[in-house]
């Protein structure tokens, strides 16, 4: 029987270091922005640039772990089992799903809304309920673990769904610090709303 992964493969490994790193770096530079400031004060006081910033930063990352990933799985075992038109087919499906979920949630959001914009302080006006956040509470995340599946069924290799399986747990961690966070910084803002009103 083949292999399903071959680890002896250093660009497994360099895979699960950029999976994993990503939304750790990502927390931990937001974290340090609501404690510390840190971002705004590098840049000179402006939040609006400081968010900018970890955006490219984030973004950067995150094609670069897509490359460590496209050349990680051209060195994986290939399954007969995945090795099909049915296979392609779906996971053809399931990229275009995964994209469209990923785009339209940025498109909603806009750039400080997608990348961490609340840690600095910058609130959208309200939170977002329209596509695709009315067919999925965590579109980006889920979004980009199908397009990482999809990239795997594609290539055929199980080494690939074994990683998608590393990207859901990371980004599963992840939420469990990000999503209680977004929801008590809104909710403080209405209290400030509703305490606002009676003043006044
Ligand atoms: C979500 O909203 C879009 C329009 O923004 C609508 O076309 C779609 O039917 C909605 N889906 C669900 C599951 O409510």
């Known amino acids: 029987m083949a292999a399903l992964i071959d680890y002896s493969q250093p660009t497994l490994w360099a895979a699960v270091a950029s999976i994993v790193f990503n939304p750790t770096f990502w927390n931990i530079a937001a974290r340090q922005e609501y404690h510390n400031k840190a971002i705004t004060k590098l840049f000179g006081g402006n939040s609006l ?3 900018y910033a970890l955006a490219v930063t984030i973004f950067s990352l995150g094609i670069i772990r897509d490359l460590i990933y496209h050349f ?6 290939v399954h007969p089992l995945l090795d099909n038109s049915t296979v392609k087919a ?4 399931l990229f275009l799903s995964g994209n469209v979920l990923v785009l339209s949630s940025m498109w909603a959001l806009g750039v400080t809304g997608t990348y ?6 910058i609130l959208m006006d ?8 009315n067919v999925t509470d965590a579109p980006m995340y889920h979004g980009s673990t199908m397009s990482f599946l999809a990239t795997a069924l594609w290539a055929g290799r199980p080494a690939g769904v074994a990683l998608t399986g590393l990207v859901w747990a990371a980004y599963t ?5 990000e999503d209680p966070f977004t929801t ?3 909710a403080k803002r ?3 709303r509703a305490s606002g009103k009676k003043s006044s």
């Open 90 to 93: 779906f996971s053809y499906g």
């Open 49 to 51: 640039h400081g968010c």
């Open 184 to 186: 008590e910084i809104y």
């Open 116 to 121: 961490l914009g609340d840690y600095f302080g």
């Open 72 to 77: 990680t799985l051209q060195a994986q075992p």
């Open 173 to 177: 961690v992840a939420r469990q610090f």
């Open 126 to 133: 309200a939170p977002v309920t329209s596509f695709p956040f």
């Open 190 to 192: 209405e209290r400030e």
